[in-house]
């Protein structure tokens, strides 16, 4: 089993709308969890962490689940500029598992 | 500040060639890690460090070596590059919280 699915997507959305992703990680041991975000040929980079309590920053919210193992993104009020692959990550021991990501396109 | 640098950014192979990526930092992290990134199969760690000198196999290390020798660089070695080494090289580095990845080098093997 994966250490993190996602749904691959793609989504696409018309600009305004909510969107959502999930994923689940197999590893309850499993220590910290970050939504990355990654453009078309670039490298990734990280877009918040996730804490149990849930947490927000402008039009995203994260969300945690440690007795379902699941971890959620919403994106709210969805830009132009959020187009792009999202990557769900947990990590342990200092090691960083990736999940394949969830590609979102905003539609004009 | 440059973060984590990574050279090449592109390189072109023959099968059998054999080349080293490049990967620096200049945040004095002392974890760093090389990823390869192909579609539909997400960031799979080839080998990772701990710290200067330290080195351990990751997922998919075979076809590839690393060395640590100063903290600052961590470099990935393709001694008989392969067709299936075709791949775009990730590398990253954390000290105690997340990821900073550098650009990538985008390595096609003919």
């Known amino acids: 089993r994966k250490e993190v699915e996602q749904d691959p997507g793609p989504f696409n959305v018309p600009e305004g709308a909510t969107v959502a992703f999930n994923c689940t990680y197999s590893?309850?041991?499993?220590?910290?969890f970050f939504w990355y975000r990654q453009d078309c040929r670039k490298e990734p980079k990280l877009l918040m962490s996730?804490?149990?309590s849930g947490n927000e920053d402008g039009r995203f919210t994260a969300q945690l689940n440690r007795a379902s193992q699941y971890i959620s993104l919403l994106i709210r009020d969805s830009k132009l500029s959020d187009s792009a692959t999202y990557l769900c990550?947990?990590?342990?021991?200092?090691?960083?598992?990736f999940g394949t990501g969830t590609s979102l396109t905003v539609i004009p | 500040n440059a973060g984590v640098t990574q050279t090449p950014k592109f390189r072109v192979l023959k099968t059998g060639q054999s080349m080293t990526l490049l990967c620096a930092q200049d945040?004095?992290?002392?974890?760093m890690y090389w990823y390869r990134q192909d579609p539909g199969m997400g960031l799979r760690l080839i080998h990772y460090?701990?710290?200067?000198?330290?080195?351990a196999k990751g997922e998919v290390p075979d076809g590839y070596n690393v060395s640590r020798l100063k903290k600052q660089n961590f470099l990935l070695g393709l001694e008989s590059a392969a067709p299936s080494q075709t791949s775009v090289y990730f590398c990253?580095?954390?000290?105690?919280?997340?990821?900073?990845f550098g650009s990538g080098t985008r390595l096609t093997v003919v």
């Open positions: 990550v947990v990590s342990r021991s200092n090691q960083f598992y």
């Open positions: 990253a580095s954390s000290r105690n919280y997340g990821y900073t």
């Open positions: 996730v804490y149990s």
């Open positions: 945040m004095n992290h002392e974890y």
């Open positions: 590893n309850s041991a499993s220590q910290s």
């Open positions: 460090s701990v710290g200067e000198g330290t080195t």
